[in-house]
T-cell receptor, first 112, second 114 residues
Framework: GESVGLHLPTLSVQEGDNSIINCAYS??????FIWYKQESGKGPQFIID?????DKRQGQRVTVLLNKTVKHLSLQIAATQPGDSAVYFC???????????FGRGTSLIVHP | NAGVTQTPKFQVLKTGQSMTLQCAQD?????MYWYRQDPGMGLRLIYY???????DKGEVPNGYNVSRLNKREFSLRLESAAPSQTSVYFC?????????????FGSGTRLTVV
């Protein structure tokens, strides 16, 4: 099965800085990745996705980079704001039936 | 507001009691899921329903049962609650099992078993 992990359980940044949250995956057959954000007391919320035929995808203030060679992806948040404080997950998926497998997530703490 | 609605939001049970967690979605999604989230453990899949009329076990199904009542509703039942089932439970839905558009999650039910 899919195994996803995050390099750091907690990331602390100052408001206005850029944040980079990393994620590693073990299944080389994974072809689709989604980043979720979970704020305190709420369910996870879809942020951005990327397919394995892409290296980069940009959204509003967020960019996801995929390096298939080393099975690594990252979520970059520009000009981090206090509202970005949350736990971030990067469940992977393999072609066919897609049921996300969530790791522990990375807790992003933004200091004012 | 469109989305996934879970009830109740909070519940305290005594060991051995039973209860049903309710989940309803109004997005016409075919697939629905139940996850539990424990501190430091991420989300673990309990059961899922690919479409109305079907249910399948996930990673941690023991101690739970589910019912896909109709396309909108997917309930999770604890027949005899145990302290190990203290957790936050999330229901989610997607267009279909192979959905590449992501999941929509409810706001969760915080369950404490004493």
């Amino acid at each position: 099965g899919e195994s996803v992990g995050l390099h750091l359980p907690t990331l602390s940044v100052q408001e206005g800085d850029n944040s980079i949250i990393n994620c590693a995956y073990s299944n080389s057959a994974s072809d689709y990745f989604i980043w979720y954000k979970q704020e305190s007391g709420k369910g996870p919320q879809f942020i951005i996705d990327i397919r394995s035929n892409m290296d980069k995808r940009q959204g509003q203030r967020v960019t996801v980079l995929l390096n298939k060679t080393v099975k690594h992806l990252s979520l970059q948040i520009a000009a981090t704001q206090p509202g970005d404080s949350a736990v971030y997950f990067c469940p992977g998926a393999t072609g066919g039936s897609y049921i996300p497998t969530f790791g522990r997530g990375t807790s992003l703490i933004v200091h004012p | 507001n469109a989305g996934v609605t879970q009830t109740p939001k909070f519940q305290v049970l005594k060991t051995g009691q039973s209860m049903t967690l309710q989940c309803a979605q109004d997005m016409n999604h075919n697939s629905m899921y139940w996850y539990r989230q424990d501190p430091g453990m991420g989300l673990r899949l309990i059961y899922y329903s690919a479409s109305e009329g079907t249910t399948d076990k996930g990673e941690v199904p023991n101690g739970y049962n589910v019912s896909r009542l109709n396309k909108r509703e997917f309930s999770l039942r604890l027949e005899s609650a145990a302290p190990s089932q203290t957790s936050v439970y999330f229901c989610a839905s997607s267009v279909r099992l192979e959905s590449r558009g992501g999941y929509t999650f409810g706001s969760g039910t915080r369950l404490t078993v004493v």
